[in-house]
C-alpha cells in the first residue's frame, strides 16, 4: 500500500452558518473501487481532504493490488475520528455504504463509524434548484455550475479508472497509476471547493434534514436519523457507537435514552394555533437549583422567541435554524451526562 501526501495552497471553505456547524471537524472523502458492487468487488483507492490552517491537506491510500485492501481500511481507521464529519458527494449511498460492508468482510471494526456526514449530493438533489436548472447532478457538472471546471485536470471517468487499475495490477504501469491518482485526487480537491455552492442554499435547512449531529468529547457523536414534530412534543432519534453506554435520563423539559447504539430525545410543547412551542426556561433549568443557564445564542436572538417561548414549526415550516440549535444544546448535554 502506498500513501500520497499533498498541501493544496488554498483556504478550506467557510461560513458563519458552516463554521457554527462544523468548524474545521470535516474531511472530504471519495473512493475508488473495482466495481459498483461491495459483494464482489474491492476498496483500492482512498481520497481524504482536511482543512489545515489556510490550505488543505489532501491524503490518498492506493492499493497495488486487490489484497491490500485491509491494510487500506486499517490505516482509513488511523486517519479519522468519529467526530469528523465526513464531506461526500453521494457518500451516502455509495461510499459509506460500500465501506460499512468492506469492513465487515474483513471483520475489522471501523472506529470513525458511525459518522455525521453532509452529502452534497442530497443537498443539491433536495435543497435547491439547481436540479431544474443542469443537464444532471453529476460532481463535475455542478462543478461547471460554480465556474470550477478549469481547475480539473483528469480526463477519465470512474468506469476508466475501473479499466486503468486491472491494467495496472497486471503490468505495474506507472502511467496507468498516475492517471488513477489524478482522478481522485482532482474529485476530492474539486469536492472541498464544491462546499462553495452551500453560499447559495440554505444551509439550517440541509443541516436539519440531512446532517444535523452533536460531536461528544471523548465519545462518539449522537448522529440524528429523524425528527419527527407532533402536537405534544417533538421526538428526535439516531444513532451513536453501539459500545456506548446504556443511559436514561429525565428533565422537566426533554427525556432521553441510549440503548444499544440506537438513542431517542423527546422533547415536551404544546400547539398553539397551529404552532409547535417549547418552554426554554424548563429545557434549559438547572434541575437542583431551578436557575436557568444561558440560551445559546442562535435561541438568544431568534425572532421567533418570545420570553421563554419558541416557536419551533408553523402550519407550513420547521424554524430549521432554532431546531437545530436547540436539539445540539440538548444532545450536549445528553452526550456529557452519559459519558
Same mark, same amino acid.
Given at each position: 500500500?502506498?500513501? +500520497?501526501? !499533498?498541501?493544496?495552497? !488554498? ?8 463554521? /457554527? ?23 483500492? &483507492?482512498?481520497? %481524504? /481532504? ?7 491537506? /489532501? ?6 493490488? #486487490? ?6 481500511? %486499517? ?32 471483520? +475489522? ?50 468506469? !476508466?479508472?475501473?479499466? &486503468? ?9 506507472? !502511467?496507468?497509476?498516475? #492517471? ?15 462546499? #462553495? ?14 446532517? %444535523?449531529?452533536?460531536p461528544r468529547k471523548g465519545g462518539s457523536p449522537l448522529i440524528v436519523r429523524s425528527v419527527t414534530p407532533g402536537r405534544t412534543s417533538f421526538t428526535v432519534s439516531g444513532v451513536t457507537d453501539p459500545g456506548t453506554p ?11 435514552? +441510549? ?7 423527546? +422533547? ?29 445564542? /442562535? ?5 421567533? #422567541? ?34
Open positions: 500500500m502506498e500513501i +500520497i501526501r !499533498e498541501t493544496i495552497e !488554498e483556504k478550506p471553505y467557510a461560513s458563519k452558518a458552516f463554521d /457554527a456547524y462544523f468548524g474545521r471537524e470535516w474531511a472530504v472523502l471519495d473512493i475508488e473501487t473495482t466495481g459498483l458492487s461491495p459483494r464482489a468487488s474491492k476498496v483500492i &483507492l482512498i481520497g %481524504l /481532504a482536511f482543512p489545515d490552517g489556510d490550505r488543505i491537506r /489532501a491524503v490518498q491510500l492506493f492499493a497495488h493490488s #486487490r489484497g491490500e485492501e485491509e491494510e487500506l481500511l %486499517l490505516k482509513l481507521n488511523d486517519l479519522l475520528s468519529s467526530n469528523l464529519t465526513i464531506v461526500t458527494y453521494n457518500g451516502a449511498s455509495f461510499d459509506l455504504p460500500y465501506l460499512e460492508y468492506r469492513y465487515k468482510a474483513h471483520r +475489522i471494526t471501523p472506529t470513525w463509524l458511525p459518522a455525521p456526514g453532509l452529502d452534497l449530493y442530497r443537498a443539491v438533489r433536495y435543497h435547491s434548484p439547481l436540479r431544474d436548472v443542469l443537464p444532471n447532478l453529476k460532481q463535475k457538472s455542478v462543478e461547471a455550475y460554480l465556474g470550477l471546471a478549469d481547475e480539473r485536470t483528469d480526463e477519465i471517468s470512474g468506469a !476508466e479508472s475501473v479499466a &486503468l487499475y486491472e491494467e495496472y495490477e497486471t503490468f505495474s504501469n506507472p !502511467e496507468d497509476r498516475g #492517471r488513477i491518482l489524478l482522478h481522485n485526487r482532482d474529485d476530492i480537491v474539486q469536492l472541498s471547493r464544491l462546499l #462553495r455552492v452551500l453560499d447559495r442554499l440554505d444551509l439550517h435547512r440541509i443541516v436539519f434534514y440531512e446532517a %444535523l449531529a452533536a446504556d443511559y436514561y435520563g429525565f428533565a422537566a423539559g426533554y427525556n432521553a435514552n +441510549i440503548r444499544g447504539g440506537k438513542w431517542t430525545l423527546s +422533547i415536551p410543547g404544546e400547539t398553539l394555533e397551529g404552532c409547535f412551542v417549547v418552554n426554554l426556561a424548563e429545557i434549559f433549568a438547572d434541575e437542583e437549583t431551578g436557575e436557568v443557564a444561558a440560551y445559546p445564542a /442562535a435561541l438568544a436572538d431568534s425572532p421567533f #422567541r418570545e420570553g421563554d417561548w419558541l416557536i419551533l414549526t408553523t402550519k407550513t415550516e420547521v424554524r430549521c435554524r432554532e431546531a437545530n440549535a436547540l436539539i445540539r444544546a440538548i444532545l450536549g448535554r445528553v452526550g456529557a451526562e452519559s459519558d
